[in-house]
């Protein structure tokens, strides 16, 4: 049973428009969150983190919202540029410094 | 500074072999997890060492052991190999066992 999951395989995106990945966790108790960029032939790369106290955190154009209550976190990408396609994989914990559980990730395209 | 290295990169393995692989974590990081990521799936936890010590175990068969050295380097072996066991092995390293991970290029495992 999936514990974090990406429902979206893929996305498609425009230059300069926003990038918006979704996923959604069981686990009530679950309170750090990560998102991670990978690359072919590459091993991930961390991007932004939020924990269950905050429902939101920016990093430049990267922006993650968490909804506790939907159980449900979201990376805004804005803008998104071509050199943002990449794999992007959500990853949970239940406190941090814990094991990591990854969804299995959504292909970003974007296209010039 | 160097990122996680790990060694080797690339290796082709018959089925019931062993294997040992190799993982040198960021200067300074006393913890390091091992991840399998097969083709089309997230990251899965596979253990967790912190100042040598074993801090998290996923759900994997014995088959699978890890050790931490003093210099906090690691090594995960794998014996008894299936042709299941074919995936992409990732180190990451962390400052404490807490908040992001950082991860090396991987060790892909071909077993035939």
């Known amino acids: 049973d999936q514990q974090v999951k990406q429902n979206s395989p893929s996305l498609s995106v425009q230059e300069g428009r926003i990038s918006i990945l979704n996923c959604d966790y069981t686990?009530?108790?679950?309170?750090?969150f990560l998102w991670y960029k990978k690359y072919p032939a590459e091993g991930p790369t961390f991007l932004i983190s939020?924990?269950?106290?905050?429902d939101k955190n920016e990093d430049g154009r990267f922006t993650v919202f968490l909804n506790k209550s939907a159980k449900h976190l979201s990376l805004h990408i804005v803008p998104s540029q071509p050199g943002d396609s990449a794999v992007y994989f959500c990853?949970?914990?239940?406190?941090?410094?814990?094991?990591?559980?990854f969804g299995k990730g959504t292909t970003l395209s974007v296209s010039s | 500074d160097a990122g996680v290295t790990q060694s080797p990169t690339h290796l082709i393995k018959t089925r019931g072999q062993q294997v040992t692989l190799r993982c040198s974590p960021i200067?300074?990081?006393?913890?390091v997890s091992w991840y399998q990521q097969v083709l089309g799936q997230g990251p899965q936890f596979i253990f967790q060492y912190y100042e040598k010590e074993e801090r998290g175990r996923g759900n994997f068969p014995d088959r699978f052991s890890a050790r931490q050295f003093p210099n906090y380097s690691s090594e995960l072996n794998v014996n008894a190999l299936l042709l299941g066991d074919s995936a992409l092995y990732l180190c990451?390293?962390?400052?404490?066992?807490?908040?992001?991970?950082?991860f090396g290029e991987g060790s892909r495992l071909t077993v035939l």
């Open positions: 686990n009530s108790m679950f309170d750090y």
């Open positions: 200067s300074g990081h006393k913890s």
């Open positions: 939020i924990s269950s106290i905050k």
């Open positions: 990451a390293s962390s400052i404490q066992g807490a908040g992001e991970l950082f």
């Open positions: 990853a949970a914990a239940a406190y941090s410094g814990t094991a990591l559980i």
